[in-house]
């Protein structure tokens, strides 16, 4: 999944592709890459980051994805979105996933619009909202509790007749200290249990910034050491930046994982 921010202020990439022409080249050169899935949003949600209306996000959204929809016909698109009206309008527009950073928490209306639209929908963990996420999140049992988050919302939203796929994803970075996150990537296989295809987003964040003492335009090398363990754990989609660097990092993974012992 390659990520494409349509915003000024992501904590990364913010406001280095604000055109649509420049937003769609990105696209097509992460398709090109291996992307097969392009992740876009148009609200930051890096921590403290400041708030738009729900009509700032559809205005910047909606352009661009009937454009990138036109372009890339075969490509999937995910729309990053907590907002159940953005949602909709995004699969009318043609959106093939809603990838939900709070997992339903911040929208009340979120699930009953997932469930009337039959759409993948991608649940993410998030402790907080992103502008109080890294404010001393308190976990007692980190793993547990991301788990026993997905264990009811899952079963929330089938029980609303919710039967497109689920996706969770455990929201590195999202209401999570450095321990935290590793402690989450170490029980990475335990979201297995779930049944659900399982999402990780690492790129360039600060759990790798802080133990390397690197910044996030330096953090290339650690994301893609922590994108292989994520996979060696059962991660089944890598969201990233770096397109090209995570295809090598998924064909190497699969050569090892499937050849056999002398």
């Known amino acids: 999944m390659g990520i494409l921010n349509?915003?000024?202020d992501s904590f990364y990439d913010g406001g280095k592709f604000d055109k649509i022409s420049s937003a769609i080249a990105h696209c097509c050169k992460m398709a090109e890459q291996g992307a097969s899935i392009i992740d876009i949003g148009a609200v930051s949600t890096r921590p403290f980051a400041g708030e738009i209306t729900a009509e700032t996000e559809w205005q910047r959204l909606s352009d661009l994805l009937t454009k990138l929809r036109n372009t890339l016909p075969e490509i999937i698109i995910s729309?990053?979105?907590y907002?159940?009206?953005?949602?909709e309008k995004a699969a009318?527009?043609?959106a093939?996933?809603?990838?939900?950073?709070?997992?339903?928490?911040?929208?009340?209306?979120?699930?009953?619009?997932?469930t009337r639209l039959q759409i993948p929908y991608i649940m993410m963990h998030m402790q907080g909202t992103p502008q109080t996420m890294q404010q001393n999140?308190?976990?007692?049992?980190?793993?547990?509790?991301?788990?026993?988050?997905?264990?009811?919302?899952?079963k929330r939203l089938k029980q609303m007749g919710h039967n497109a796929p689920i996706i969770i994803d455990p929201g590195f970075g999202f209401g999570k200290t450095v321990e935290h996150n590793y402690q989450l990537l170490k029980s990475l296989d335990r979201l297995k249990e779930l049944n659900c295809p399982v999402l990780t987003g690492v790129s360039r964040k600060s759990m790798i910034n802080k133990v390397l003492g690197t910044t996030p335009d330096r953090a290339l090398n650690g994301t893609t050491v922590i994108n292989t363990i994520a996979l060696l754990k059962g991660a089944d989609i890598l969201r990233v930046h770096d397109v090209a660097e995570a295809a090598e990092?998924?064909?190497?993974?699969?050569?090892?994982?499937?050849?056999?012992?002398?």
């Open 6 to 8: 349509f915003t000024p």
């Open 79 to 81: 729309v990053d979105t």
């Open 83 to 87: 907002r159940a009206s953005v949602a």
């Open 92 to 94: 009318n527009s043609g």
């Open 96 to 114: 093939d996933i809603i990838n939900d950073i709070a997992g339903g928490q911040s929208d009340q209306a979120m699930f009953a619009t997932i």
């Open 137 to 154: 999140p308190q976990y007692e049992n980190v793993v547990e509790e991301v788990l026993s988050f997905f264990r009811q919302n899952i």
């Open 249 to 262: 990092v998924v064909k190497l993974v699969q050569i090892f994982q499937n050849t056999r012992k002398p």
